[in-house]
């Protein structure tokens, strides 16, 4: 409704004859809806992101608040595949043992210590607290 809503961009009052509703209750004037890192327009042709009641494009909510490797500390992408140990996610070439360099497959045992994979040739007997994993899962 016109005339009614407050823009969450600027805070004024929208009168324009349109108006861009992200979320039942965040509405902006359609110059103001910007991405609040790069300043990207975001319109009905872009896909827009909220977090905190700030608007952001696509590139810069995954950078910002999107799942990391473990490892490499890259965003994943959404054809990337992963792999998981406990709650850490990693890309697939990031899924080495940290004392070898071997890629880890689904399948091989591993251990988790701290934030580092050991493949079961280089951990050894798992210390307290530190458990060992088999067969890692993908999504």
Sequence with gaps: ???????????????????????????WHVACLKCAECGQPLDETCTCFLRD???YCKRDYSRLFGIKCAQCRAAFSSSDLVMRARDHVYHLECFRCAACGRQLLPGDQFCLRERDLLCRADHGPAPDGAAAARGPRSP
Excluded: H, N, T, W
Aim: glycine letters at 16%.
């Design 1 to 27: 409704r016109p005339g009614l809503a407050l823009c969450a961009g600027c805070g004024g009052r929208i009168q324009d004859p349109f108006l861009l509703r992200v979320s039942p209750d965040l509405e």
């Design 53 to 55: 009641g700030k608007a």
